[in-house]
């Protein structure tokens, strides 16, 4: 059977001396494998159609669970993000994540949607932008995996959070909120300024258009930070090759 899928390459590898494998995150099945004989070598076309993240329409045969390259159809190609060592890296850190967060043969749309502006948002930025783009990318991708952070109320006793510029706010990772000054304990609390919790709630609800378009001030981005690593390693519980070779880089404060 020949499908057509709406994807972006996450992974690719070269087998022998003309053949690849690609790994595809697809809106239709989620992530598939796709053997691309010949792809490495002989057909310029499958060659640069089939490198990492690129974007396009994929045409495959399918056969029960194989599916085999015929032709692909690239929308976007992200090259700016080859350009630079840091950017790249940021970029295959959100290419692993969703590889390892999605799963095979069911479609995750939003997902593949939230993937693509990040990348576009990477490709245009300069390298003092990636660590802000990655955090909002993790913050708006576990609510798009149904992990969206409390922000309005707390998560102990309901009582509606209001804005206040002078206040600070504490959340409570395991239960996925904030809690009030009267449900405070001491243990497992992660402050947060108000600008930081202004900022968390402009990400949960941001069109995918401006999501990724403010500045936000280095405390900011700390206390963001924070609170990802902490959400991320509680609910999505992956380790991620390339936040190692991030971290090696010695960009991050
Ligand atoms: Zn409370």
Redesign the pocket.
Known sequence: MVIKVDAVVVKEYVVGESDKYITLFTREYGIIQVGAPRAKKFDKGLASGTELFVYGEFVLTQYKHTYKLISVEPRYTFHHLRENLVILSYASYIAEFVSEVATESSGNSELLTLMLYALHSLNKSSEESAERIRRTFEMRALVVLGFTPELTR?V??G?SVEGDEHATYTFLVEEGGL??K??RSMSALITLSYTTWYVLNYIRLAPYKTLFNFEIKPYVLQEMARLCDEMVAYYIEKSFKTLEFIKSLGILS
Request: hydrophobic share 10%; with cysteine; proline share 0%.
């Open positions: 707390c102990s006793c009582m809690c009030c009267k449900c």
